[in-house]
Every structure is written in structure tokens, then in C-alpha cells.
């Protein structure tokens, strides 16, 4: 479609067919009479398919940016742009739809519910999403399979140990078949071996052609991906290639 029949449409062109992408990002954060000045004209452009990492310091605004890309949280100016749509025109319900079909969620800690099983905590985003009990079953056999735990599947998350734990938070992540995997420092509870089986899982999962930003404080996770950028007291700068380190 031209830029002009878009037009016509009532479609914005540098928003259609644009996977990703933030121009002039800021938040601010008022403290009592203080205003704090947490993000920084944050540019920031993917293509879908892409293996990003944010590395930076404790404080550096990491998370804070991961709650706006995830909307989670909305910047307090600039424009953001996800799959097309134009996140700051979103209402809430909107966004939680968008959240639920567009992206999946890895925190630090699995965050798995501890009275659930393996399989029902995979299950839990179909639930939400009203797919039908037999399928989301099998959707989250097949998830966990992926990941190494079909025989774990009946364990409770205190019976596994923590790379399997934030192995069915990845499970839990994917099975509703987003187009962005967000992860903030998905191997911070882990120790290096099993931090590195859970990255060679992400690798595997970029290499299916899976969106992935991974945002960490550690420069030998961050390598892991294919493109890294720094965040510094809320700016951010493009890191070049690691592939060509
Ligand atoms: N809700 C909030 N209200 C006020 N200030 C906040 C809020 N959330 C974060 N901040 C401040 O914003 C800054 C960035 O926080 P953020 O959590 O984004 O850092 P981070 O890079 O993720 O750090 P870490 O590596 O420790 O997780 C910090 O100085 C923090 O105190
Ligand atoms: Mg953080």
C-alpha cells in the first residue's frame, strides 16, 4: 500500500508495517516535590526478528523502560510504536489485550504461582485468553516439552529447582505465541551454568525467528544477543554488533 493510500485509510505510514520502534521516550518519576528524570529521549528502532540487550548499571532506568516496552507503564512523552499500532492512542483495556496476545514476560524471579503446577502455571495466559481446557492442556505439554520439562509437568515450583523454574516461566511466556519476548535479567537468580542453558534457550528461540529484548546489568548475558545497546542514567546508546566484537 502507498504512503498516500495509508493515508486515505486513516492509517499512519510510519506506523504500518514498523515492528518496532520509540522515538524521544522520556519518563519522569515525582518523588514528594521532586521531579526525577528517569528516561531520556530514548530512540530506539527493531526489526521483527531481532536480538536486542539493554546492559546497564543498577538504577540506570532498565526496568522502567521494560515496563513502557511491555506496556506495563506509559512514558510521560515521545511516541511508541509496537506492530503497527500506536501504543500512546491505546485505552487500557486495549493495552492488556495487547499485552496478552502480543507479548510474553520473563522477570528475574520465575514469578510462578507456588500452589499451581508446572502445567497449570503454563496453562494460566490461555485461561485468561478463554481457550478451551483440552487445548490449552496440550498447548502447555508442548511448551513445556520445549523446554525440557515433560517430566516435570505435575511438579509444584518449590519441587524445581530454579533454572527448571524459570524454564516454566519461559514456557509460560511462549505459550501464547507472542511476537516480542521481554525478559529483565532473566538469569540474575540463576547460577553461570544454568544461566547459560536458559540463554541458549533464548538463542534457539531467536533462531525460530522469535523478537527477543533481554535487559541485564551483566555484559557476558548481554553478549549473548546479536545487537546491544547501553543505558546510562536513563539515555541510551546503540552498542554496535557483537557478532562483529
Ligand atoms: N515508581 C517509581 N517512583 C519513583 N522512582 C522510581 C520508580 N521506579 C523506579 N524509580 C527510580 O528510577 C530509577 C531507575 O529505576 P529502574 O528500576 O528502572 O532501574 P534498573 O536499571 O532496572 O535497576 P536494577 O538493575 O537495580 O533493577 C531509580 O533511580 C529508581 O529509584
Ligand atoms: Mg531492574
Do not use: W
Amino acid at each position: 500500500m502507498s504512503a498516500q493510500a495509508l493515508k486515505r485509510a486513516g492509517a499512519s505510514p510510519a506506523a504500518e508495517g514498523c515492528f518496532f520502534k520509540m522515538e524521544k521516550i522520556n519518563k519522569y518519576y515525582q518523588m514528594g516535590g521532586e521531579r526525577a528524570h528517569i528516561l531520556r529521549d530514548v530512540d530506539l528502532s527493531l526489526e521483527a526478528g531481532e536480538y536486542l540487550s539493554v546492559l546497564g548499571p543498577s538504577g540506570s532506568g532498565k526496568s522502567t523502560l521494560m515496563n513502557i516496552i511491555g506496556c506495563l507503564d506509559v512514558a510521560t512523552s515521545g511516541r511508541y510504536t509496537l506492530n503497527g499500532r500506536q501504543i500512546e492512542d491505546m485505552s487500557e483495556v486495549e493495552l492488556a489485550r495487547l499485552r496478552s496476545r502480543e507479548i510474553g514476560f520473563i522477570f528475574q524471579n520465575s514469578q510462578l504461582l507456588p500452589r499451581l503446577t508446572a502445567q497449570k502455571n503454563v496453562e494460566l495466559p490461555l485461561i485468561y485468553a478463554g481457550v478451551a481446557p483440552g487445548k490449552r492442556r496440550e498447548r502447555a505439554r508442548q511448551m513445556l516439552e520445549r523446554v525440557g520439562l515433560s517430566d516435570r509437568m505435575g511438579h509444584y515450583p518449590n519441587q524445581l529447582s530454579g533454572g527448571q523454574q524459570q524454564r516454566v516461566a519461559i514456557a509460560r511466556a511462549l505459550v501464547g505465541n507472542p511476537t516480542l519476548l521481554l525478559a529483565d535479567e532473566p538469569t540474575g537468580a540463576l547460577d553461570q551454568k544454568t544461566g547459560r542453558q536458559v540463554m541458549a534457550l533464548f538463542e534457539e528461540l531467536n533462531a525460530e525467528g522469535r523478537t527477543v529484548i533481554m535487559i541485564t546489568h551483566d555484559m557476558h548475558i548481554a553478549a549473548f544477543a546479536r545487537r546491544v545497546v547501553h543505558i546510562i542514567d536513563g539515555e541510551l546508546t546503540e552498542g554496535g554488533d557483537t557478532n562483529d566484537a
